[in-house]
């Protein structure tokens, strides 16, 4: 019972630090995607120390309560279909051996949550800004963006686990 109370209390910082993280990139909005992504963050140690299960249940609550309480919904909408998801997505995708397939499945991934965010940035909250476009180049940068994202984001998960993760403990 301890335990689990332990996790519930440690995943409801994390759901908190990842909302008011969302809410500096409401103040500063050039920082809308930086925030989103950064507090996905919170769901990579989740993945880490609780699983999968427990890390979806973080994603969710976050999404909701970023849409509920932000003023500005588009970190809202970036974590929802980018900097939450990918996390957990990521986790299970790279027990996969092929690294190939890994990868096209990262891609293909990318492109379909990408179009949905451009989808729902223009036509739920209509958003004017130029990268909500159904635009070749938009997609390039994206795609190069995402592979760095994603390499970096490699990184930090390793230097969390070697060296953060036990002075935690």
Same mark, same amino acid.
């Given at each position: 019972?301890?335990?689990?109370?332990?996790?519930?209390?440690?995943?409801?910082? !994390?759901? =908190?630090?990842?909302?008011?993280?969302?809410?500096?990139?409401?103040? $500063?909005?050039?920082?809308?995607?930086?925030?989103?992504?950064? *507090?996905?963050? *919170?769901?990579?140690?989740?993945?880490? #120390?609780?699983?999968?299960?427990?890390?979806?249940? @973080?994603?969710?609550?976050?999404?909701?309560?970023?849409?509920?309480?932000?003023?500005?919904?588009?970190? *809202?909408?970036?974590?929802?279909?980018?900097?939450?998801? &990918?996390?957990?997505?990521?986790?299970?995708? #790279?027990?996969?051996?092929?690294?190939? @397939?890994?990868?096209?499945?990262? $891609?293909?991934?990318?492109?379909?949550? +990408?179009?949905?965010?451009? =989808? *729902?940035?223009?036509?739920?909250?209509? $958003? #004017?800004?130029?990268?909500?476009?159904?635009?070749?180049?938009? +997609?390039?940068?994206?795609?190069?963006?995402?592979?760095? &994202?994603?390499?970096?984001?490699?990184?930090?998960?390793?230097?969390?686990?070697?060296?953060?993760?036990?002075? !935690?403990?």
């Amino acid at each position: 019972m301890k335990n689990k109370i332990l996790k519930i209390s440690v995943l409801s910082l !994390l759901c =908190a630090l990842s909302v008011v993280l969302m809410l500096l990139g409401c103040v $500063i909005q050039s920082l809308d995607l930086s925030a989103a992504v950064i *507090a996905g963050i *919170a769901v990579v140690i989740a993945v880490i #120390e609780y699983g999968v299960g427990w890390s979806v249940m @973080l994603y969710a609550a976050t999404s909701v309560l970023a849409f509920v309480l932000l003023p500005v919904k588009t970190p *809202a909408l970036f974590y929802l279909l980018i900097g939450g998801i &990918y996390p957990i997505i990521k986790a299970l995708l #790279e027990r996969i051996k092929n690294k190939w @397939l890994v990868w096209a499945v990262k $891609i293909i991934g990318f492109n379909l949550f +990408y179009t949905a965010l451009i =989808a *729902a940035g223009n036509y739920l909250l209509n $958003i #004017e800004d130029p990268i909500f476009s159904f635009n070749i180049f938009v +997609y390039v940068l994206g795609n190069v963006t995402f592979a760095v &994202y994603d390499i970096a984001f490699t990184r930090l998960i390793t230097l969390y686990v070697t060296r953060i993760r036990r002075k !935690l403990k």
